[in-house]
């Protein structure tokens, strides 16, 4: 305020000044006129020193100005300078950035709100092809046109990476991850993972060579065990007891074998038919009455059904993913137990869900339940007869049919195993069928 009280007073004293000395000459309208017209030229002279300064001189000191005007070069100066400051500091940062995201061994790139190529390091040219400063400007899915990338780019569900092949590269596998920040911008970062997938590769193919090996050995056993046990009567007690012991355990490994090259498939087969529309409410009828056969009786199976929509899928498939939690409901409970098999609508799709009122499971189990053989009992689990491949069965047969787990459970308070489809996966049940109806 002191600059523009000055201000008002120089104003005052041009008027005044040049007021009298027109009155004293006996034109006191011009001595006014001229002290007007002189402080105007004063403000246009310092006007356009800083018009001058802004369009043609703006990295320069400012000019030098009396009055307010002094002080307005001085602030805007000061302005300036710190503006230069916060710029370096923020060019040194975006540097620094750069510098660290070229040090990667991992693809960066940076894509603006309309998903188009704004920056990327070296690494993403060696895996991605993108060539600079050519390829800036254009849209990420104008070179990576891989359609499984494309609609995972346009569903902006980024909870799970993607894996691919190199667009340039065939013998290169690549794990994609797209992280949504700012105004609707993108970063996309790729990982060469071609070891790992290899080494993926060497893991199901062994495993799936194993378990063939294994059919036939175990074929022969059991077939000699039979017919030992067919003339049983005529061994001793203990060789008796030594047979059966072992006929139980060939068994077991069948078991295993089997849902060994079950996971095995549902792993490796990457050829999917079109999926036929399937009657859950007589699936789930099927399977009710295979949990209650298995129970004979120690447990109350319950069927609900609250919606009479066709889900599509792989029907093998689909039993055998919810043969596996129903079974699994059956075994880990106590007699006595409630176990609730339900097909509902759920959000925009449909869920069919598994429930029982056991014994429930501690959370911390939760994350791993879908592990190749974790056992939150491994003695209960032994006893029942279970492979401890279940569930992650479940979850292959879920992923195939782009579909999720969802586990609730707490101990005491029994266990909520639920499958969620997506609305794509659900369909309308045909007429007919809604005239009949379903319990």
């Not at 993913?321 to 880990?332: E, G, H």
């Not at 056991?358 to 189990?365: K, L, M, S």
């Not at 279940?390 to 579909?403: F, S, Y």
């Given at each position: 305020?002191y600059?523009?009280?000055?201000?008002?007073?120089?104003?005052?004293?041009?008027?005044?000044?040049?007021?009298?000395?027109?009155?004293?000459?006996?034109?006191?309208?011009?001595?006014?006129?001229?002290?007007?017209?002189?402080?105007?030229?004063?403000?246009?002279?310092?006007?356009?020193?800083?018009?001058?300064?802004?369009?043609?001189?703006?990295?320069?000191?400012?000019?030098?100005?009396?009055?307010?005007?002094?002080?307005?070069?001085?602030?805007l100066?000061?302005?300036?300078?710190?503006?230069?400051?916060?710029?370096?500091?923020?060019?040194?940062?975006?540097?620094?950035?750069?510098?660290s995201?070229?040090?990667?061994?991992?693809?960066?790139v940076?894509?603006?709100?309309?998903?188009?190529?704004?920056?990327?390091?070296?690494?993403?040219?060696?895996?991605?092809?993108?060539?600079?400063?050519?390829?800036?400007?254009?849209?990420?899915?104008n070179?990576?046109?891989?359609?499984?990338f494309?609609?995972?780019?346009?569903?902006?569900?980024?909870?799970?990476?993607?894996?691919?092949?190199?667009?340039?590269?065939?013998?290169?596998?690549?794990?994609?991850?797209?992280?949504?920040?700012?105004d609707?911008?993108r970063?996309?970062?790729?990982?060469?993972?071609?070891?790992?997938?290899?080494?993926?590769?060497?893991?199901?193919?062994?495993?799936?060579?194993?378990?063939?090996?294994?059919?036939?050995?175990?074929?022969?056993?059991?077939g000699?065990?039979?017919?030992?046990?067919?003339?049983?009567?005529?061994?001793?007690s203990?060789?008796?007891?030594?047979?059966?012991?072992?006929?139980?355990?060939?068994?077991?490994?069948?078991?295993?074998?089997?849902?060994?090259?079950l996971?095995?498939?549902?792993?490796?087969d990457?050829?999917?038919?079109d999926?036929?529309?399937l009657d859950?409410?007589?699936?789930?009828?099927?399977?009710?009455?295979?949990?209650?056969?298995?129970?004979?009786?120690s447990?109350?199976?319950?069927?609900?059904?609250?919606?009479?929509?066709?889900?599509?899928?792989?029907?093998?498939?689909?039993?055998?993913?919810?043969s596996n939690?129903?079974?699994?409901?059956?075994?880990?409970?106590?007699?006595?137990?409630?176990?609730?098999?339900?097909?509902?609508?759920?959000?925009?799709?449909?869920?069919?869900?598994?429930?029982?009122?056991?014994?429930?499971?501690?959370?911390?189990?939760?994350?791993?339940?879908?592990?190749?053989?974790?056992?939150?009992?491994?003695?209960?689990?032994?006893?029942?007869?279970?492979?401890?491949?279940?569930?992650?069965?479940?979850?292959?047969?879920?992923?195939?049919?782009?579909?999720?787990?969802?586990?609730?459970?707490?101990?005491?308070?029994?266990?909520?195993?639920?499958?969620?489809?997506?609305?794509?996966?659900?369909?309308?049940?045909?007429?007919?069928?809604?005239?009949?109806?379903?319990?």
């Amino acid at each position: 305020m002191y600059y523009w009280t000055n201000e008002l007073w120089r104003l005052a004293y041009l008027v005044i000044g040049l007021g009298v000395l027109g009155w004293l000459f006996g034109e006191p309208g011009w001595g006014l006129a001229a002290g007007l017209g002189l402080y105007v030229y004063l403000h246009l002279r310092h006007l356009r020193a800083l018009y001058v300064w802004l369009t043609q001189h703006p990295h320069d000191t400012p000019p030098v100005g009396a009055g307010v005007w002094g002080d307005l070069f001085d602030r805007l100066y000061k302005y300036q300078k710190t503006q230069r400051q916060s710029q370096a500091r923020l060019r040194d940062i975006i540097r620094r950035v750069q510098d660290s995201c070229e040090a990667m061994r991992d693809a960066v790139v940076m894509l603006d709100r309309h998903g188009d190529l704004e920056w990327w390091n070296s690494a993403a040219t060696q895996m991605l092809g993108f060539q600079t400063p050519h390829d800036r400007g254009q849209h990420i899915t104008n070179f990576l046109r891989d359609p499984r990338f494309v609609a995972y780019f346009n569903a902006r569900d980024y909870r799970e990476p993607l894996t691919l092949a190199s667009p340039i590269r065939d013998d290169m596998t690549l794990q994609y991850q797209v992280t949504l920040f700012g105004d609707n911008e993108r970063l996309v970062m790729a990982r060469d993972i071609s070891r790992l997938h290899r080494l993926e590769e060497m893991r199901r193919d062994f495993v799936a060579n194993v378990s063939h090996e294994l059919r036939t050995p175990l074929t022969v056993l059991t077939g000699y065990l039979e017919t030992y046990l067919d003339q049983a009567d005529q061994l001793p007690s203990r060789w008796q007891r030594g047979l059966g012991q072992m006929q139980e355990q060939t068994q077991r490994m069948q078991n295993l074998v089997e849902d060994l090259l079950l996971l095995s498939k549902l792993e490796t087969d990457q050829t999917r038919d079109d999926p036929s529309p399937l009657d859950m409410a007589t699936l789930l009828e099927n399977i009710r009455d295979d949990a209650a056969n298995l129970c004979a009786g120690s447990h109350e199976i319950v069927l609900d059904i609250h919606t009479d929509h066709c889900l599509l899928g792989d029907e093998g498939e689909m039993r055998s993913a919810v043969s596996n939690l129903v079974f699994n409901a059956v075994r880990y409970t106590p007699a006595g137990s409630t176990v609730t098999l339900r097909w509902k609508a759920w959000k925009e799709g449909a869920a069919v869900e598994v429930e029982d009122d056991g014994d429930g499971i501690d959370p911390v189990h939760l994350p791993r339940l879908t592990e190749r053989f974790y056992r939150v009992d491994k003695g209960r689990s032994a006893a029942n007869g279970g492979t401890g491949l279940g569930l992650a069965i479940v979850k292959h047969v879920l992923l195939r049919h782009d579909a999720h787990l969802d586990i609730d459970s707490h101990p005491g308070r029994g266990a909520l195993f639920r499958c969620v489809f997506p609305a794509t996966r659900v369909r309308a049940a045909p007429e007919e069928r809604r005239a009949v109806g379903h319990g």
